[in-house]
């Protein structure tokens, strides 16, 4: 009951067709201060949420916060559960906190000695090999070829050997807690990446440094650059760097991540904070780190567990309490709110632009800001929402066991959407 008071793949994958938007709705800033309104009653609050049919999942983990963080309504918000991609809020967070919302990623091109190159991955998960024009995705092998060719050219130098060097990262590349089913799509963990891991929509590179480093040889070739090999680099070697590009800000990297629900990248970031502690860029110095902050900031509960940063791995654990409290934090903290403030909103945009789509989830379109969680058997959703009345509630809905996924999907919108529209006096 809820108390008052104090055959899925991996991916979060769009689902319906929206209705259109309400005409009052709004996409609120985070930073906006919240509007000093009564908050719903939970004894009333409870009753709404009470009548969301919740037929379809096992075993709900559920918390509705108001915006001084006071419980209104809770059903075992401190039990550990599978939270899907909800951990990308988790994950982001903690790296926005080591990082700072300003940080670039770099990818270089040094040289060691005449006619010697080496291509650097510095861990950019949005590095992409042809230009582009999307302001999160600034950084790519195009650009970086154009710069190394002027430089070679004016050197005089025609004909280059070619090394590359991930070893930022270590540790394996894929998660021993991920299924090997996924092996064939699901982006390897690299700091040298190009195109987000993959070769097609559904096929992962296999070994995405040399895929990187050979597709920027065909540049380098193609400037009449002649590369007589390309291999992995030798032990490390001071260089002067011949070329260089930078990703876009950290905050921008971090609501691409949110909206697009993009593993690879929350991975990725996940080591670099890592790196940043003095801890390995791997999956178990990320989620030590992970695991460490989260306890710094008083942000766990007993039981919970990580192992990743993307939230693919079944044996994560974490409670929806915690889940709601860092969007809490993120809300109140000017350091975190890249992540409140990069979240999908309901009806327009990323992983929600598909969600709230029937009359009785209208209220939450364009009100409701939250991240997006599934896997086989498990749906959530968690983050914040202006209510009808112009109070801010920020929550977490997690469900495990589930059957069926529109029905999983339709428990959170409705969910969220009695939240949205519930003055509850």
Known sequence: MLVSGCAFGPPDTPGRSPAPAPAHASSASPLATPTMVPMPSPDALAAALAKVSATSIGTRGMVVLADDDQTLVQRNADQPLTPASTMKVLSTMATVDILGADHRFTTSVVTTKPGALVLVGGGDPLLTDKAGKSDAKPASLQKLADQTVASLRASGITKVSLGYDARLFSGPDFSPNWKSSWKSYES??????????????????????????????????????????????????????????????????????????????????????????????????????????????????????????????????????????????????????????????????????????????????????????????????????????????????????????????????????????CGCR
């Open 188 to 421: 390897r963990v690299s700091a040298l990446i190009v195109d987000s891991g993959r070769i097609t929509s559904w096929q992962a590179q296999p070994n995405p440094a040399q895929f990187a480093a050979k597709a920027f040889a065909k540049r380098l070739s193609a400037a009449k650059i002649t590369v007589t090999s390309v291999k992995p680099a030798a032990l490390a070697t001071p260089g002067t760097v011949v070329a260089s590009v930078e990703s876009a800000p950290l905050a921008t990297v971090i609501a691409h991540t949110l909206a697009e629900s993009d593993n690879l990248a929350a991975e990725i970031m996940l080591r670099q904070a890592a790196v940043a502690k003095g801890q390995p860029g791997s999956f178990v110095g990320a989620a030590q780190t992970l695991t460490g902050w989260l306890k710094a900031n008083g942000l766990w509960s007993g039981g919970m567990v990580i192992v990743d940063g993307s939230g693919l791995a079944t044996k994560d654990r974490v409670s929806a309490n915690v889940l709601a409290k860092a969007i809490s934090l993120s809300l109140r903290t000017e350091r975190l709110m890249a992540v409140a403030a990069g979240l999908p909103v309901a009806g327009q945009s990323g992983t929600l632009k598909h969600r709230f789509d029937d009359k009785s989830e209208r209220a939450g379109r364009g009100r409701v800001h939250a991240k997006t969680g599934t896997l086989r058997s498990v749906a959530s959703l968690a983050g914040w929402v202006t209510t009808a009345d112009g109070a801010r509630l920020i929550f977490a809905f997690v469900g495990n066991n589930t059957a069926g996924q529109n029905s999983a999907y339709n428990w959170l919108d409705r969910s969220a959407s009695v939240l949205a529209g």
